[in-house]
């Protein structure tokens, strides 16, 4: 057999498998399908969503959480962590997503410890961003530097301080 027949056929067969090995997932994308699955087995819902941070647009991962079917909350407002702590922020690097929806007065003084607890525990490196709808509560996250019970802790802890 001729030198060059085989080199052809290795050539022929390497053509055809390598797309197919191209076509699997990265490590980080097979880590990143099972973080959102087992978010949702645990009945949290994951969405894309952009956030307008002082170093540009960025899209990240939102976990949320629904309210009970009987609480709906009469609020609809998101916190940004900002680049830099101003005295003009809501607190410290923490501030409104847009200024015409804040939360109502009742609820500040919670958002201040709850944002206090996040600096304190280090969680603010990978949670950019909290969000309070009627509906849901949600968390913009990196998706990385901590596990996802924390995130269902922190959302259901979120969820129950503001079904009250």
Same mark, same amino acid.
């Given at each position: 057999m001729n030198i060059w027949v085989l080199v052809i056929i290795v050539g022929v067969i390497a053509m055809v498998v390598g797309p197919i090995f191209m076509l699997q997932p990265s490590a980080r994308d097979r880590r990143l399908s099972q973080l959102r699955q087992? +978010?949702?087995?645990?009945?949290?819902?994951?969405?894309l969503g952009s956030l307008a941070l002082t170093s540009g647009k960025r899209t990240l991962a939102v976990y949320s959480l629904a309210m009970p079917k009987s609480t709906q909350l009469q609020v609809n407002f998101s916190l940004i962590q900002q680049g830099f702590i101003h005295d003009l922020h809501f607190n410290q690097q923490w501030d409104w997503a847009n200024k015409k929806q804040i939360a109502p007065a009742k609820y500040q003084r919670v958002l201040f +410890?709850?944002?206090d607890q996040l600096d304190v525990d280090n969680l603010n490196k990978h949670i950019l961003g909290l969000e309070f709808t009627p509906t849901s509560v949600g968390v913009y996250w990196d998706e990385r530097g901590m596990e996802i019970e924390k995130i269902e802790e922190l959302l259901?802890?979120?969820?129950?301080?503001f079904a009250q």
């Open positions: 087992t +978010a949702a087995q645990k009945g949290m819902s994951v969405r +410890a709850l944002l259901c802890s979120y969820r129950d301080i």
